[in-house]
């Protein structure tokens, strides 16, 4: 196995068995996790994907399937909202419920990411300094207890006038970073949802392009979820449209780093359907001729490009074999 592959998908799936197309039940999602991080393919397998709301039902197994070895480790999921009066509250809720499930499991259970859609109105209103205000407003709920979650996930809307909406909160975001970090370090980040069950639900390469190319530029951490089954873009014939592959989304992006890609470059990335243009060396990382060191792939998914969640850990590792890259 080359070096940079295994820095490349090191902890790099999160695991969203409760949710389609999967939607397993919590007692058989929990279990096929606990069967994966003791696998031989640990390594790329990161956290537990859980709504907030779900959290009390994981008492039963806190002396049992909690107890068995490392700390069963979280991403925190919250619900959609359309006012940010109706986010806030939610935010309370989110905090009620991690209090409750530090007191039930202690240290047996690590909660380090929370995933939160921004609230509609705060998409569609043009406001950066509402914005700002979200974003601070959900930190400050976070970064007093050590064990609550330090690594924030704001998703927005690819909506008609997704190109401005999406931009100003990124750049509303890097704003509200460089200014604010709290003394903990805690930041805000963008979640990117690359997909779903149905083919209105993905994205365009336009879409996805402007974002990677953004959240390269607002030097901002990025975290995607759905649609992301596969390495390599493909078309997928129970949808009926193409999936962006987990190597495009995020090879793009590191290389949009590395080489300060523009939206029409990072775009050729995500079309790209050959896999032969791809190669993992244990120097880096190479698309066509660009290429990524190995240190800096490292680096770059240990602050910048963190995960991506999947309801299969089976069907990213079943391809990775068949490319002869596990």
């Not at 959290?55 to 940010?84: H, M, N, Q, W």
């Not at 193409?242 to 300060?260: E, P, Q, S």
């Not at 590792?317 to 002869?324: P, V």
Request: hydrophobic content about 40%; overall charge negative; some cysteine.
């Amino acid at each position: 196995m080359k070096a940079s592959f295994k820095a490349f998908m090191r902890e790099i799936v999160d695991y969203a068995g409760l949710f389609p197309p999967a939607d397993l039940s919590l007692d058989t999602s929990l279990q096929k996790y606990n069967k994966y991080r003791k696998s031989k393919d640990a390594w790329m397998l990161s956290r537990y994907i859980i709504p907030a709301g779900r959290l009390g039902e994981l008492k039963p197994y806190g002396k049992t399937l909690f107890a068995e070895a490392d700390p069963f480790s979280f991403s925190i999921l919250g619900k959609r909202t359309e006012t940010v009066s109706d986010y806030k509250e939610h935010i309370k809720d989110i905090v009620a419920a991690l209090e409750q499930f530090y007191a039930d499991h202690g240290d047996r259970v690590k909660t380090d990411v929370l995933e939160i859609k921004l609230p509609r109105e705060a998409v569609f209103a043009n406001d950066d300094d509402l914005l700002a205000d979200i974003y601070e407003e959900t930190i400050l709920n976070f970064k007093d207890v050590a064990e609550f979650p330090n690594d924030i996930f704001f998703e927005g809307i690819f909506d008609k006038n997704w190109e401005k909406e999406i931009g100003l909160i990124l750049e509303s975001m890097n704003r509200y970073n460089e200014s604010s970090v709290s003394e903990d370090g805690i930041k805000a980040g963008f979640k990117l949802r690359c997909g779903g069950v149905e083919a209105d639900m993905f994205p365009s390469i336009e879409q996805v392009a402007f974002t990677l190319q953004k959240v390269c530029e607002q030097n901002l951490a990025l975290k995607c979820t759905a649609g992301l089954h596969h390495p390599i873009r493909h078309y997928d014939h129970s949808i009926k449209t193409k999936m962006h592959g987990f190597i495009n989304v995020f090879g793009g992006a590191m290389l949009g780093y590395a080489h300060d890609f523009s939206t029409d470059q990072m775009a050729e990335v995500l079309k790209e359907e050959d896999t032969e243009h791809f190669s993992f060396t244990d120097s880096g990382f190479r698309w066509k001729d660009y290429e990524v060191s190995t240190e800096d792939i490292e680096e770059l998914r240990e602050v910048a490009l963190i995960s991506f969640g999947s309801c299969s850990f089976n069907e990213p590792r079943e391809d990775l074999r068949k490319l002869e890259l596990l």
